[in-house]
């Protein structure tokens, strides 16, 4: 009787969750950027080292977000939910790299197309593989 109202509730669930992945990921964007600007700019440290300082801190921005607002029904540990994290990270390096190689060979060679493409693929399978993994 009251199967249509428990299957409505996961995909709500599931809604609530995409809408928190999507704004947590705008914000980390954000911090992301903001970081690289002060870093470049104002402390004038080299590119590479400010690049690594920014993703570190944003993926820690990202990952603690993620726990307590995204995933924070998971059962799983603190530190599962980190390996998850990490692994996801990880894929999704691999794989954006790889969809953007490709779009540039075979559809079109403007940075901003494979990076556009990219990032969409890269933010569904995250957004699947988070679901899965946390």
């Known amino acids: 009787m009251w199967h249509w109202a428990k299957s409505l509730m996961i995909k709500g669930e599931t809604m609530r969750k995409l809408g928190m992945y999507s704004f947590i ?3 980390t964007f954000l911090v992301t950027n903001i970081l690289l600007y002060v870093f470049r700019e104002i402390l004038q440290i080299p590119d590479g080292i400010s690049v690594m300082i920014a993703y570190a801190i944003a993926a820690l921005f990202h990952f603690w ?3 307590n607002l995204t995933f924070k029904e998971s059962r799983e540990s603190l530190g599962n ?3 998850g994290h990490m692994l996801v990270s990880i894929l999704n390096y ?3 790299t790889a969809v ?3 779009v540039i060979k075979f559809i079109s060679d403007n940075s901003i ?3 556009a493409l990219s990032t969409a693929v ?4 995250g957004f699947v593989m988070l679901n ?3």
Request: glycine letters at 8%; aromatic letters at 16%; zero cysteines.
């Open 65 to 67: 977000f993620h726990n």
């Open 100 to 102: 953007a190689t490709e």
């Open 25 to 27: 990921g705008l914000l």
């Open 113 to 115: 197309v494979a990076t």
């Open 132 to 134: 899965r993994f946390v």
């Open 81 to 83: 939910k980190l390996k």
């Open 94 to 96: 691999f794989i954006g």
């Open 122 to 125: 890269t933010y569904l399978l």
